[in-house]
């Protein structure tokens, strides 16, 4: 082994290896150590056919799970659901949630990533639920907006429509060689509009001061107000790990058979949000005009998450539980009565 030299290792390196590593560097004087990242994340980005059969089966017990979930008594707490679903991913072979599970029920539907799961299920609000399974090392992503009564009020339809016509936006642009940047923006542009419609904002283009750091004059998309209710991006990569990398992240950053990633457009309102703006002419002008429209839409969060698979000829959508309202409110109304103890 003394004989044995070796001029270059490349290492994907853990924060919590730096140590090692460094004094790995320090006694081989001789061994050139370079950062992998690149390369590992390449070789994740485009899943083969085995990751993608894999990563199939784990949207399929989610999806059972979520159907699970519209079909359980009418719950009390938000725990309920988390405990059917959970149940329902280790029962299918699952090995364990993928994330945490969010479970979030009227305002705390409206926290993106909300996980104590305690909180009080009333009728008359919505539960945001972001949950799934991973299944031998590959993670699914879905999340589903029900209403914990079984039926949608009015505005909860027309919000949650509104969101589901920004998903399908963004499916249209999720073809091999489109640009995830057209996807991004199409699911943009169909709130933008619905949020108009309803009286959530001024207009289409009306801006405000945002609460966080923005240059509204290098991207003034960003100041927009109905980026106020949106939060979040739309997509990401999944696999190994829940925000996988994919191939149109990267490089020329369109979508390209093999990717496997999810389409997950959101909209949350409640007065809280208007109170964190800061207190500008602008902001005071945007609030009168719909802090009357806020209150009806209050504590309202909808998000709608799908899985996806690029092949050769489109896109597949691998996630299958229930995401239309008609298709929501009639399994909801097979659910089993509570059992009283």
């Not at 980005?45 to 199939?56: D, F, G, N, V």
């Not at 027309?158 to 699911?187: F, T």
């Not at 709130?191 to 419609?197: D, F, P, S, T, V």
């Not at 696999?239 to 990267?250: C, E, K, M, N, R």
């Amino acid at each position: 082994m003394d004989h044995l030299r070796i001029g270059y290792i490349a290492i994907k390196i853990d924060i919590n290896d730096s140590v090692f590593f460094r004094q790995f560097i320090e006694g081989h004087p001789g061994v050139a150590v370079k950062d992998a990242h690149t390369l590992v994340n390449a070789l994740r980005a485009k899943k083969s056919t085995a990751e993608i059969a894999l990563l199939r089966r784990a949207a399929e017990i989610s999806s059972e799970g979520h159907r699970a979930a519209m079909l359980a008594p009418l719950p009390q707490h938000e725990y309920e659901i988390q405990a059917v679903l959970e149940y329902n991913f280790m029962r299918l072979g699952g090995r364990r949630p993928a994330y945490g599970s969010i479970v979030g029920s009227g305002q705390n539907g409206t926290q993106l990533h909300y996980m104590k799961d305690r909180g009080v299920t009333k009728p008359g609000d919505l539960i945001v639920i972001d949950a799934a399974a991973e299944y031998e090392g590959y993670a699914a992503d879905i999340t589903r907006t029900i209403p914990v009564s079984g039926t949608f009020t009015p505005e909860q339809r027309k919000m949650y429509q509104l969101v589901r016509d920004a998903q399908a936006a963004a499916e249209r642009n999720s073809k091999p060689g489109k640009s995830a940047q057209a996807a991004q923006d199409s699911s943009v542009a169909v709130r933008l509009r619905g949020l108009a419609a309803l009286g959530l904002v001024e207009s289409e283009d009306a801006t405000f001061d945002p609460p966080w750091q923005a240059s509204c004059d290098r991207t003034p998309a960003a100041c927009k107000q109905g980026m106020f209710w949106m939060i979040h991006g739309i997509s990401h990569g999944l696999g190994l790990a829940v925000h996988d990398p994919a191939q149109f992240s990267t490089g020329d950053r369109v979508f390209k058979p093999g990717d496997v990633f999810t389409i997950e457009p959101g909209v949350y309102v409640s007065t809280r949000m208007l109170d964190a703006l800061p207190d500008t002419p602008k902001n005071r002008a945007f609030v009168a005009k719909v802090k009357a429209t806020v209150a009806r839409y209050e504590n309202t969060g909808v998000r709608i998450e799908d899985d996806y698979v690029v092949t050769e000829t489109g896109l597949d959508r691998i996630s299958t539980a229930p995401r239309e309202i008609a298709e929501i409110e009639a399994l909801m109304k097979r659910r089993a009565r509570a059992i009283v103890p």
